[in-house]
Structure formats: structure tokens, C-alpha cells
């Protein structure tokens, strides 16, 4: 694995230092007193961009007060410029006009601008970064010093119901492309002064807002501090989604599997950091990261903690079943057809033999012809246009299957089990630990039909023990089954009912390991014992 | 970077070279699903009963109905068992494939002449078949047991398997031998081995015909016969129908019987009943004393009473006492039947030299070279509990309403 990392790695470090030079930051300028050369510099630098809006007025200040706003359209909420920014300005009250102590910025810094967030800017770096993040300037004519007022608004995505991770009970809301909603989501789910939040710019292009949210004395502080280390060392120009994040800080990155989860949805994020995970936040996606996460993570869907624990059960049993086959069912059946038949029924053995008949490719070709298949069809379906969607499903349903069947290039059997491993595939909740599956699946099916079972379970053990050195930040990926923590076992193929559930689960959560009070506990106890007094009384 | 080069040279070449260890693509097998030993000119001659899927899956091929035989039987000759089936491959264009054979049919001739351990030894000693393989005896050439088609059943030799199981639950009078139980019985120095026989009842020559499902009638049908009894690994005697249902009540076989029994001692025996045996326990305890060799046999059955053509009064715990006695003494008939000819042949097939062999380990070393010799002087004392639990649907006898 090593190799390979350094083969990227070795020939493209140079390359890098040579590109990174055209992206040195613009010098620093201190802004000048005449606001027309401030008005200039700004012009010039922008490249004359046309979204860029200079609103030059002369306010009726003293002998009258040439200012200017300047604010980039589209990123900013207009009528918070019209209301608070320009009319203060065009149509100052008599006793402001009057008092023009302490020259025009202080009038306008304390008595004009109606604004929150309002701060101080002299050199140019500190103007690019606020106007582009939504303000405005206010550049006054003799003065050095212009005012950023924060003014960010425009059109953005509503609070959404989420498109993937889809549940039948649970909050409806999911995140959007706002850094600034996404964690006003989570401060709404959990309101305590301890969920704390870093934020900080990455990408020297994008300027993009990455925030680290935490439950304070919950979430390991070591982890944190990793986290934020690693955040810091990323060196990039640009961050358009957080799987750019994701790929820069984890653990390994020679793996098939995740160790990073992501979630649309808040009430999943929430319950992760209430359980110690830490969330990071990039602006412009609604797919917030959860770290450091397990291996049964991912199997673990936030509906799980709102429908009945029993029934839960059974539906997460059931999903680590269907992950299981979704990776070996193609390469069970090559293997068994083509190297163990004595292991199938008599009459099951007959039945795919009669299917077999007249198949031209030996069972491993047909099988990655048909994975393939379906992979393309997947795959296809994803970029349609919704509107041809439906003719995928019928051209890959019909004429694939059924035809190829009868045209006896594939045997039906196979075409049960792709079909099969296909749907087994959707059950997982996380989507990128079911794409891990079906590039494992490939490999499998390789091993089965060239060593037959001796092959999977040679793949299996080498999976295995990938999978045991794997880290999440320090965490095993195989918590809490290897190393096996007892006390963690409630939540992770079953779920116990909540008020069994007293404890946050180890090895995550370091400090303030307990959730919650043992009072729902001995609640319950006290009515099953009042059940069985009354069954003793005849 | 040359390393890892080599290294998934290496990986590469581990999937190549393997050559696919022993891969057989479903359509290149051909599965055998009966084998039958016969002995021509002092020759093994092997014949297998080998399924053509096609024909038995019609549904997923399409046509149907009868039009292809669903089996073909291939005979091979050869001066051993092995060397006979490897001469397959002159006549099939698939490889052979063991694993799923149901049956093995043995001809009363193998048998007497040469011997099973040979057969035992190659089958045990062979990977790919298995030792739980039905061991199936035939009086005439058992190639031609294979070629029989039966009407239920698409594959004959599952539908002999078939037939023994039905027989060993319903009746109880035979029952399958696996050739791992076979094997077992053979090596028990105090046992002797037995197997069931098959035979073609009705007229042979139409037995192979394809055209024969299309009657309602089969005229050639496969029937349960004899009980063969080996004594050491070559066939010996067999015992009839009537003879080796006493073995089943001895060796605690019983799982479901019919016994059919006379009304009284003085009545015909034109009118009989029948009892369905539901449940039954047999406890065998030698005993042993100075002289003489004791073997109690402590039978407990209960059941139904299927039908009765006597006169009588079923609501009456009289009756029904005597009707239970009347069972008893049938039971003991048919136990004797077994006893005696098993003693006049010497051959210990109810398993009681084990018995005696556990309850008397230290006398056992002295008895157990003689104990066949010993068998005919050896007395069977039964004692049987008979109990009719349910007397079905109707209580009083239907013979006795309409005399009326």
C-alpha cells in the first residue's frame, strides 16, 4: 500500500511548489485616503467583474460626504443594504448631521449604520475576504479606513427534506448548502452552551468555512485536537464539498472502506456528537462529516433510535445480512457452481444444471458480465434525466434480463443472484460503505472462480484483517467487537431500549460516560414487580 | 515502484497458474444419481443412471411433457471397480460427478461371489462419493433395476430412496442402510450385515420405454422384496417379508407398522383388524446366567385402531383388552418368525451380541467368538404392553350396527 502512496506521492511534490506560486496571496495595500483610487484598486483587482456593485452617493453630512458601498450582487441581502446601509445615509436625522464630532467614520461607525456585524478595515486582504463573503464596504472620501457591514444574505436552498438517507419516522429537516443554517440546525437540536464550535477558512482560492462542532467534555479532547491539526495542515486551493476534507485528514487512505461518515440529515449528526463524534461542516454541502466513526456506524441508521428497539432489531440484523450478501453472493454461487456442486440439493443442483445448459461463458464470465451490467445500468441511472429514468429500468429489466436469459447468453440463476446482491446492496444506510461492497464484490468473484471457497475465505481473512488495522482517529475501526468491549455491545447488532442504554458507548466518549439518569430504569422495574405482585395475589 | 511491480506480478501469477484448480463448469457434469454392480465373466460391471437435466427441468427449457427419457444408463466393464467407471469417459461426453449418487444397487451374484468389503473399500476410499449412499440389494441383474422409469418420480434412483423411506416410516419392515452403517455392521464381529432388496415386479421387457409414463398402469413397477442377511462380507441368506418385520420390533426400528390380527382364537380368520403402530420402545436385556443365555425383550407399542371387521363393543375396556391381547399375540408370531430363522442361520442381525457385550463385558470375551454358534440355543423371552390409544372416528364396530 505504502508503494503506491508514494509513487503518487514522489514525482508530483515539485510540480505542486511550482503551481502554488501563482496563487500567492495578493499583497497587502493599505487603502488611501481619496476614494476614488480605493474604488480603482478594488476594480482593478476584481478584474472589473460586473457582479461587483459600487454605490457612490454624496450624504448629507456636514458640507456633504462623498461615500461609496461596495458589495458584490447576489451574495448580499438588498434590502438590508437599502434599509440599513444606504437610506441611514441619504436621509440622516437632523441632530446626526449637525454633530460631526469626531470626523465621519466614528459618525457613521456609532450613530448612521444601523448594522450588526460592522468592523474595521484598512488593508486589502481583510476588504477581499469580507466583501466576498457578503459585506459591504463603506468607503468614505478621506478617510483610510472603511467599514465592513455585515450584509450577507441572497438565494440559497431552503431547510430541505433530505434526498438520500431517507427515513419513515424522523425529523423531515436536512442540511443545505449553508454552513451558517447547518449549524443553526444543530444548536436548535442540542442547546447547551457546551456544543462548541471552531471555525476556520480553508482553500486559498474557495476561502471556504469549515467548522468543527463538538459536544465540550463529551467528544475525546485529544481527538479534537487532532482533528484540528490535521484541518490546519491541509494545504489546498480549493474546497467545493467535505469529501475533499474527508480524503485530506483520514486515517488511511488505501482502503475501500470509510472511516469517515457523512450524514444530510441533523438528527443524525446531533445524536453522533451526543455520542462523542465530532462534526465538521464545509459550506456549500449539505453532507456534514461525523468522526471518529466504526465499522457498524454505518449500519446504523438514526430512524433505528426512533422506532421500536425490537423491531429495530431484527431490521439491523437483517441489514448486516444483506451486507454480507451483497459482497459474496456472485462469488458463492461461482464458486459452489464451478467448484463444489457436491454442496448444493440434489434437485437445486438439477435445476441449475437444465439453466446452464447451452450458456456459452464459464460461471466467473458470466458473473462480472453481469455485475458489470449492472453496474453500467446503476450507474446510468443516476445521470439520466429524470425524464428518460423509467426507460433505464425497463431497457435494464427486459431486455437485459429476460432477454439475455432466453437468448441463452446468461442462465437465470445468475441473473437471481445479481439481481438480488443489487437490492442487498441499497439496504445499507451509509452509501459509501455499500459502494465498498460492490468493489470488494469484484474481487471476490475473481477469487471464486479461480480457487473456488479456499479463494473467498482467503479474500474474507485478508478483508479481515485490512479491516482490524484500520483507525478512525485512533479508534479501531472494529470497535467495540474487536477489541471487544462488552459494555458496548447494547448498540451495535441490537439496540436495547433507551433507558437501558445508560452509558454513552466507550472508547468514543472518554469523559461523562454516563447519558443519562438510572431513574426510566428502576421505573420500569418497579412496574414489572407490581405485575408479578399482582399475579401471586389470586 | 519495482517492488510492487513483482509484488502484483506474483499476486497475478498465484490466480493464473492456479489453472483454476479443479473448476467444472455445471454444464460439463454429468451427475450420477444411481450406480448398480453387477458380475459378468468374472468382471466388475458398473452401471450408472445419469440424469439429463434438460429433460427433467422442462419447464425452464420449455416443450415438456415426455418427449426426452430423463435418465440414460451407461454400463462399463473393467477388472476393478475403478478401472470399470473410468471406462465412462469412452462413452460420456461429460465428467462424471458422484457426490449426489443416491443408490447402490448390488446384485445377489456380486454379492454371493465376491464380496461387498471391495465395493465398501472403494467407496469409503473415493472423495467424492458419499458414505450416505442407500445399499440396495437385487436378486436378478441390478444394471436392469436403473433402467426402470417410475411415473412419479423424473429421476428413478431418488424415486428408490424415496420408496425405502416410505417404507421405513410407514411400515417398518425395511428401512434404508447407508453405506456408513453398512460398513459399520460388516467390521462388528457379532453383527450381521442385512440390505434390503429391490426388485422389478410386472413385465420387463416394458420397463425402459419412455412412452410407458403415458399408461396409467405401469406395467413394470420397482417393489421392496427380501431382507439379504451377509454373513462376514458375502451374502448369505434372505428373509422374506413376513420374516424380517420381527427385526424391526428387536432392534427398536419401529416408527410407524400395520398389524393386522384375528378377531378372536375362535373366530375365522377371514375377519381381522388392523392396529397402527404409532410409537413403540423396545428394551433388550440379556441375561445371563450359569448355563443358559437369556434374552428378554421388553416391547412397549401403542397406536390406533385403524378398522375392525369384529363383532364388538369398542366402549368397553373389555374389548378393547382383548383386542390388545389379540395384537399381542400377532406381535409375537411375527417375532418368533424373525427369532427362529434368524437362529437356523446363525446370523445375530437384531444387534444382540452388542447388548450382551454391554450388559456382560467380561463374559462377552469368552462368548464372543462362539456367539453365532451359540444363537440356536439362546431363548427369547418377549414381554409385550400393547395399548390401543384411540379406536378413530367412530367407536362402535360398523359390522356389529348392520347385523343388527
Known amino acids: ?17 511550482a503551481q502554488q506560486l501563482q496563487q500567492a496571496p495578493l499583497q497587502a495595500e493599505e487603502l488611501s485616503a481619496e476614494l476614488e483610487s480605493n474604488v480603482a484598486l478594488i476594480k482593478q483587482i476584481f478584474g472589473n467583474s460586473s457582479d461587483l456593485v459600487f454605490r457612490r452617493l454624496t450624504a448629507p453630512i456636514g458640507a456633504g460626504l462623498a461615500v461609496a458601498a461596495v458589495y458584490v450582487e447576489g451574495i448580499v441581502n438588498a434590502d438590508k443594504i437599502n434599509d440599513h446601509i444606504l437610506k441611514p445615509l441619504m436621509q440622516p436625522s437632523e441632530n446626526e448631521v449637525a454633530s460631526p464630532d469626531g470626523g465621519p467614520f466614528a459618525l457613521l461607525w456609532n450613530r448612521i449604520l444601523t448594522v450588526g456585524g460592522i468592523q474595521e478595515v484598512t488593508q486589502t486582504p481583510q476588504l477581499f475576504s469580507a466583501l466576498l463573503s457578503g459585506q459591504t464596504i463603506v468607503l468614505i472620501e478621506g478617510c483610510s479606513r472603511a467599514i465592513a457591514a455585515e450584509t450577507s444574505g441572497g438565494d440559497r436552498r431552503s431547510v430541505e427534506e433530505p434526498r438520500s438517507q431517507n427515513v419513515i419516522r424522523g425529523s423531515k429537516e436536512g442540511f443545505t448548502e449553508d454552513i451558517v443554517v447547518n449549524a443553526s440546525l444543530l444548536r436548535r437540536r442540542i442547546k447547551s452552551p457546551n456544543l462548541w464550535m471552531e471555525t476556520r477558512t480553508i482553500g486559498k482560492v474557495t476561502q471556504t468555512q469549515v467548522s468543527v462542532m463538538y459536544l465540550k467534555g463529551v467528544a475525546n479532547d485529544k481527538v479534537v485536537a487532532e482533528i484540528g491539526n490535521r484541518l490546519n495542515k491541509i494545504d489546498t486551493d480549493s474546497i467545493l464539498e467535505s469529501g475533499y476534507i474527508e480524503e485530506f485528514i483520514q486515517d488511511a487512505t488505501f482502503t475501500p472502506f470509510p472511516t469517515i461518515m457523512n450524514t444530510e440529515r441533523p438528527d443524525a449528526a446531533a445524536a453522533g456528537i451526543l455520542e462523542g463524534q465530532i462534526a465538521i461542516l464545509v459550506d456549500g454541502t449539505p453532507f456534514v462529516l461525523l468522526a471518529p466513526v466504526t465499522f457498524f456506524k454505518f449500519f446504523h441508521s438514526s430512524e433505528d433510535y426512533y422506532h421500536r428497539y425490537d423491531i429495530m432489531t431484527f431490521i439491523r440484523i437483517m441489514r448486516y445480512i444483506a451486507f454480507i450478501m451483497s459482497m459474496l453472493m456472485p462469488s458463492l454461487y461461482v464458486a459452489i457452481t464451478t467448484f463444489h456442486q457436491e454442496m448444493l440439493p440434489t434437485t437445486l443442483l438439477i435445476s441449475l444444471m437444465a439453466q446452464r445448459e447451452g450458456v456459452p461463458f464459464p460461471a466467473l464470465v458470466e458473473a462480472l458480465m453481469m455485475e458489470l451490467t449492472f453496474e453500467v445500468l446503476r450507474e446510468a441511472g443516476i445521470r439520466m434525466p429524470r425524464a428518460i ?32 446482491t ?11 460503505i455499500a459502494i465498498a461492497a460492490r468493489l470488494l464484490r469484484f474481487v471476490l468473484i475473481f477469487l471464486a472462480g479461480t480457487l473456488g471457497l479456499f479463494g473467498i475465505m482467503a479474500g474474507l481473512l ?14 479501531p475501526y472494529l470497535t467495540p467487537i474487536a477489541p471487544f468491549i462488552a459494555a458496548n455491545q447494547k448498540d451495535v447488532f441490537i439496540r436495547v431500549p433507551w433507558w437501558l442504554m445508560i452509558m454513552r458507548p ?7 460516560q454516563k447519558r443519562q439518569g438510572t431513574t426510566a430504569q428502576a421505573a420500569f422495574a418497579s412496574r414489572k414487580k407490581k405485575k408479578s405482585d399482582q399475579k401471586q395475589e389470586p | 515502484m519495482k517492488r510492487a511491480g513483482q509484488m502484483l506480478f506474483a499476486l497475478f501469477g498465484l490466480f493464473v497458474l492456479g489453472g483454476c484448480w479443479n473448476r467444472v463448469e455445471l454444464n460439463e457434469l454429468s451427475v450420477i444419481m444411481g450406480t448398480a454392480i453387477d458380475v459378468e465373466d468374472n468382471q466388475w460391471l458398473t452401471t450408472f443412471q445419469v440424469i439429463i437435466p434438460q429433460a427433467i427441468a422442462s419447464q425452464t427449457v420449455g416443450g415438456g411433457g415426455v418427449s426426452q427419457s430423463p435418465i440414460s444408463v451407461f454400463s462399463t466393464k473393467g477388472d476393478s471397480l475403478a478401472q470399470a467407471i473410468q471406462k465412462i469417459s469412452l462413452e460420456s461426453s461429460r465428467t462424471p460427478f458422484f457426490a449426489h449418487n443416491r443408490i447402490l444397487i448390488i446384485s445377489e451374484k456380486a454379492a454371493r461371489e465376491k464380496g461387498v468389503s471391495q465395493i465398501v473399500d472403494f467407496y469409503l476410499r473415493d472423495g467424492e462419493s458419499r458414505e450416505t449412499v442407500d445399499v440396495v440389494l437385487s436378486k436378478g441383474p441390478a444394471k436392469s433395476i436403473l ?8 429421476i428413478p434412483a431418488n424415486a428408490i430412496d424415496r420408496i425405502f423411506y416410505e417404507t421405513e416410516t410407514q411400515l417398518s419392515f425395511a428401512r434404508r442402510i447407508k453405506l456408513s452403517e453398512f460398513a459399520a455392521m460388516l467390521v462388528t464381529p457379532a453383527l450381521s450385515a442385512v440390505a434390503p432388496e429391490i426388485r422389478i415386479s410386472g413385465e420387463r421387457e416394458h420397463r425402459q420405454s419412455i412412452d410407458e409414463l403415458a399408461q396409467t398402469r405401469q406395467k413394470a413397477v420397482l417393489k421392496i422384496g427380501d431382507i439379504g442377511v451377509f454373513r462376514k462380507d458375502k451374502l448369505a441368506a434372505w428373509l422374506s417379508r413376513d420374516e424380517s418385520i420381527g427385526i424391526a420390533w428387536l432392534s427398536d426400528r419401529i416408527e410407524n407398522s400395520v398389524i393386522s390380527f384375528p378377531c378372536s382364537d375362535e373366530e375365522p380368520e377371514s375377519r381381522r383388524s388392523t392396529f397402527l403402530v404409532d410409537r413403540s420402545r423396545t428394551k433388550i436385556t440379556p441375561v445371563i446366567t450359569s448355563d443358559t443365555i437369556k434374552i428378554k425383550a421388553a416391547i412397549d407399542a401403542h397406536g390406533t385402531l385403524d378398522e375392525t371387521g369384529c363383532n364388538v363393543n369398542l366402549s368397553k375396556p373389555e374389548s378393547i383388552k382383548l383386542m390388545e391381547g389379540q395384537i399381542k399375540k400377532q406381535i409375537e408370531r411375527d417375532i418368533a ?3 427362529k430363522r434368524a437362529q437356523a442361520l446363525k446370523t445375530d442381525i437384531f444387534g444382540f451380541g452388542d447388548k450382551v457385550h454391554i450388559h456382560y463385558p467380561r463374559k462377552w470375551k469368552q462368548l464372543e467368538q462362539q456367539w453365532f454358534d451359540k444363537l440356536p440355543d439362546i431363548e427369547l423371552v418377549s414381554d409385550l404392553r400393547v395399548s390401543i390409544r384411540r379406536t378413530g372416528m367412530i367407536n362402535d364396530s360398523f359390522s356389529s350396527k348392520v347385523k343388527e
Request: no cysteine; hydrophobic share 55%; net charge positive.
Open chain 1, 1 to 17: 500500500m505504502n508503494i503506491i502512496h508514494r509513487l503518487f506521492r514522489s514525482g508530483i511534490s515539485h510540480k505542486i511548489a
Open chain 1, 389 to 420: 429514468g423509467s426507460a433505464i429500468s425497463v431497457v435494464g429489466a427486459l431486455v437485459l434480463g429476460q432477454a439475455a436469459v432466453q437468448a441463452g447468453l446468461v442462465s437465470a440463476g445468475m441473473v437471481i443472484v445479481v439481481s438480488f
Open chain 1, 422 to 432: 443489487a437490492i442487498s446492496n441499497f439496504v445499507a444506510p451509509a452509501i459509501n
Open chain 1, 462 to 475: 485478508a478483508i479481515l484483517i485490512h479491516m482490524a488495522g484500520l483507525r478512525s482517529f485512533g479508534v
Open chain 1, 506 to 512: 466507550k472508547l468514543l466518549v472518554q469523559q461523562n
Open chain 2, 147 to 154: 433402467e426402470v422409469l417410475n411415473p412419479q418420480e423424473k
Open chain 2, 337 to 339: 418368525l424373525s427369532w
